[in-house]
């Protein structure tokens, strides 16, 4: 049976947005505000997107215009020619797709770290209301505190990463375990689609013209120049990567035809680069929404793989995304539970196999080539495959002196060179090598009960020699 489509107006998009909203401050609603402001911060995308929905919603009940304004500051952390190409070529693509969806969109691009006009505050200073992202990582959540904090008006903040409300959850869950029946009892419901449409307002050209931002023009752009002129680490180059919604479905469409229907086995081979989906760039910078791609998956049908698929997709990334936003120390030693600390301290004094500062890991130059040609792969493609990445999480811990500075390290280097880095699922995969959402082992030397991963044992269990000889030296 088809299931129904919602309107926007609907109670069941009611719900959903009670769930998923914050209001950011004590601020009342300017009723003398000229527009509606969505602050597109990280969900670059128009389709299934609550924050805009709530957006569109106010934009009626109000009966103002909406305005979408998406800025790119040299200022985050990990700031590089990587993460900004990605972003720069997607806002492209929704400058392209704007108009005809009926959204007045625009972009605007801070090039320079001291440039302080502060361009969010002065279109606050019009608004009405204004809606942007609930995102726990990325330095969003604090860069939106800060702002909600000065802000003359009303900031809601909308969370849109997850496929179930995040208020569904009321506290931190402990593991998948945990988490797995509670998503199971509103799924179906959370996949029920919504039809998305613009605000009944079409935004005038005499506040478009008078708004006094410098825009760049993406059609007209020569993004590598534009991205040459910014103050962000040129170090680390852009890499091959279809950004955007139509590249999303290119990469969805191919998974479901090619790859889905072996993905059970297939995602445990690393040197398989179609064996699992590679959507997380897509899925953490919001191209995409999680919820349309499980439905795209569960209609290609594939039974077991689909639900392997969808474990990872849904239990896996919606507990990382709890951890996250119900634990301000997710990325922090604090964020792991007792246990942890406890076999840590009483083998703090082990003898260790090796001890690697940050820059012979950076350069993937320890004694395990293994090990090195995962780094290579992270650092050359933007992309480590789960499987080695769990061994390159777990290996930092045994050649560190103290899991600190391992954490420290993993944490660095998945946000500085991963597509997909800067992500809830980031801290989740990086804690989870320290035995977060996880139970204590045998007790080991160096891991204590920590549960171990050898990568010699590894070799055994796939073809570790062709993963080696994609990423030589
Ligand atoms: C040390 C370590 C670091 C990690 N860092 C990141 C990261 O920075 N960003 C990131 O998105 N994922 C991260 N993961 C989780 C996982 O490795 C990637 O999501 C997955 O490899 C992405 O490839 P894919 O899209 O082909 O996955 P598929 O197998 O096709 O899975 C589909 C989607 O499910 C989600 N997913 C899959 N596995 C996990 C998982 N274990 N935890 C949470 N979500 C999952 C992703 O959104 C993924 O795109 C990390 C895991 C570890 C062990």
């Not at 489509?5 to 300017?30: E, F, I, K, M, P």
């Not at 398989?272 to 499980?294: C, K, M, N």
């Not at 780094?375 to 600190?404: A, C, D, I, P």
């Amino acid at each position: 049976m088809r299931p129904r489509l919602h309107s926007l107006d609907s109670d069941h998009v009611r719900d959903q947005l009670a769930q998923r909203t914050v209001v950011a401050n004590g601020v009342r609603t300017q009723p003398e505000g000229e527009y509606v402001l969505y602050w597109m911060q990280s969900t670059h995308r128009f389709e299934e997107n609550w924050a805009l929905r709530q957006a569109v919603l106010h934009a009626d009940r109000l009966g103002k215009p909406l305005l979408v304004h998406q800025g790119l500051d040299p200022t985050y952390a990990h700031a590089s020619d990587r993460i900004h190409t990605v972003i720069l070529e997607n806002a492209r693509a929704l400058q392209r797709r704007a108009e005809s969806l009926g959204f007045r969109y625009q972009f605007v691009l801070r090039r320079r770290r001291d440039d302080d006009r502060r361009v969010v505050d002065r279109l606050a200073a019009r608004a009405a209301i204004v809606v942007t992202d609930r995102f726990p990582t990325a330095g969003i959540a604090e860069r939106t505190g800060r702002f909600a904090g000065r802000a003359p008006c009303r900031v809601d903040a909308v969370e849109s990463h997850g496929i179930i409300a995040s208020g569904h959850f009321v506290k931190e869950e402990y593991a998948a375990r945990t988490i797995r029946p509670k998503i199971a009892k509103v799924l179906d419901l959370a996949l029920e689609p919504v039809e998305d449409r613009p605000a009944k307002r079409a935004l005038p050209d005499r506040i478009w013209d008078s708004l006094e931002v410098e825009r760049l023009d993406l059609d007209r752009a020569d993004l590598a120049a534009e991205i040459a002129a910014c103050e962000i680490d040129h170090a680390v180059p852009p890499v091959a990567f279809a950004s955007g919604l139509a590249g999303a479905h290119a990469r969805l469409d191919r998974f479901c035809a090619h790859t889905l229907p072996d993905y059970a086995a297939r995602r445990n081979e690393p040197s398989d680069s179609d064996g699992s989906s590679r959507l997380s760039p897509y899925l953490h910078f919001g191209q995409i929404s999680a919820a349309e791609v499980l439905r795209t998956v569960r209609a290609a049908g594939h039974e077991e793989s689909a639900r392997k698929f969808e474990d990872e997709l849904v239990t896996w990334r919606e507990l990382a995304l709890n951890f996250c936003l119900m634990n301000p120390d997710h990325g922090k030693l604090k964020g792991l539970p007792d246990w942890v600390h406890r076999t840590m301290d009483a083998h703090k004094d082990d003898e260790r196999e090796a001890i690697y500062t940050r820059e012979v890991l950076e350069g993937a130059r320890t004694h395990d080539e293994l090990w090195n040609a995962a780094q290579r792969e992270l650092v050359r493609t933007g992309f480590m495959h789960n499987v080695t990445r769990m061994l390159w999480g777990k290996s930092v811990l045994l050649w560190t002196r103290r899991y600190k500075h391992a954490l420290e390290h993993l944490i660095h280097f998945n946000n500085k060179y991963a597509l997909d880095g800067r992500d809830p699922s980031s801290y989740g995969g990086i804690q989870w090598c320290f035995g977060k959402f996880d139970r204590p082992w045998f007790d080991k030397p160096v891991w204590g009960v920590i549960r171990p991963m050898s990568l010699a044992r590894a070799r055994e269990k796939f073809d570790a020699e062709a993963y080696m000889s994609m990423f030589p030296a």
